[in-house]
């Protein structure tokens, strides 16, 4: 499958025709640093053309959690608006849970400074979680659904037409497997859909982008992340497992974590066991 090739008007200084975003200011300027960023802009903008995903004049909530895939994504969105690729109007949104020691003052400290617009929310999910579930138990989805929740609230309170998240193309391979080995089902992260109440969309711009890459951007811009204190001192987690085996397989054959990302986008559903997707028995009706 051919790969759609994008200008992104980024210099090998790191610069564009309209300068950059105050994100970008105490960025690197190595050649290394602005391949990888113009690598991460070129992967995005495959998304969200590919996906027709902005539409001119909408209004996007963009989750903030700290961690460097959020961070990742609100630097490279901001980096296409600037420039005058994005045309919709981004809201940076934190949802504070309730987790121990998380730090209030980084997210506000940090988007004031650059004058990002953001919003700041404090919904106390930490104790709902660990009221409802044992000790030991895993926190992620239950945590992960009620974080959701309030999102889609809040993007309805500020008129957005869309939640937009920063998974990548990692957490989409690792969804699938997960899918595959404990659900029997064939499915990954989409990379847009419509939530059940029909009136916010879930976007994810990053579908393409490498977690390595987006950790390597991450430190190199030093952004100050926020660890999890609830989830990411878990042990044992089905995800950690398909992270490791998906590590794996790359490191034998580099690129594979590439050709599955593709492959994802590349269904032949005759060819699968499907027969919602593909009516097999109308295949007697075609033999000559």
Known sequence: MNEIAFDTGIDDAGETSAGVH???????????????????????????????????????????????????????????KWRGLLPVELLACNLDQGQPNFPKH????????????????????YSIVTDKLPAGA???SLCSRLRRGNLYRIAREEGCSALVLGHHRDDSLETFFMNLFHGGKLAAM?????????????LRPLIYCAEDDLQRFSDAMAFPIIPCDLCGSQDGLERNAMKAML???EKRMPGRKDVMIRALGNVNA?????????DFAALLDRRT
């Open 138 to 140: 895993t926190y992620c």
């Open 22 to 80: 105050p994100i970008y200011a105490n960025a690197p300027r190595s050649v290394e640093f602005n391949k990888l960023r113009k690598r991460l802009v070129r992967n995005t903008r495959e998304a969200l053309e590919k996906f027709a995903m902005a539409r001119a004049g909408e209004r996007w909530l963009v989750a903030l959690s700290g961690g460097k895939d959020s961070y990742g994504l609100l630097a490279i969105l901001l980096d296409l």
């Open 247 to 249: 590590g794996d397989i």
């Open 190 to 202: 989409p990379p847009r859909l419509l939530n059940d109440e029909g009136d916010v969309e879930v």
């Open 106 to 125: 980084i997210l506000p400290e940090f988007l004031t400074g650059l004058g990002i617009a953001h919003r700041i929310e404090y919904k106390d999910t």
């Open 270 to 278: 005759s060819h699968l066991l499907d027969p919602k997707l593909f």
